[in-house]
């Protein structure tokens, strides 16, 4: 069956970094999308990155230029390098993984990691 499992989070002062880590398997990593988002709490969830399975990124604005994703085909595994951190990054963070083709759509999620930033 399909996993996706984070780690990395944790807590960290503002201005700090810290690096998360998603390992897919069941998927053929190289053809999905993988997204990070993330989910604070008595908010809903929202998107934070993307790398499509071409190396493409795109970022949130609120995060673009403190964090870089990026993507290992040979080991399945997304990073969110997060830098400069902020108590409003303060989430529950997810990794996803999305493909969609003619035979349909494919959409998988792990389960989160929290991630505290303290002022």
């Known amino acids: 069956q399909v996993q996706l499992v984070e780690s990395g989070g944790g807590l960290v002062q503002a201005g700090g970094s810290l690096r998360l880590s998603c390992a897919a398997s069941g998927i053929i990593f190289s053809m999905y999308a993988m997204h990070w988002y993330r989910q604070a709490p008595g908010k809903q969830r929202e998107w934070v990155a993307l790398?499509?399975?071409?190396?493409?990124?795109n970022y949130a604005s609120s995060v673009k230029g403190r964090f870089t994703i990026s993507r290992d085909n040979a080991k399945n595994t997304v990073t969110l390098q997060m830098n400069s951190l902020k108590p409003e990054d303060t989430a529950v963070y997810y990794c996803?993984?999305?493909?969609?083709?003619?035979?349909?759509?494919?959409?998988?999620w792990g389960q989160g990691t929290q991630v505290t930033v303290s002022s």
């Open positions: 790398i499509t399975s071409g190396g493409s990124t």
């Open positions: 996803n993984a999305y493909n969609a083709d003619a035979r349909g759509r494919r959409d998988y």
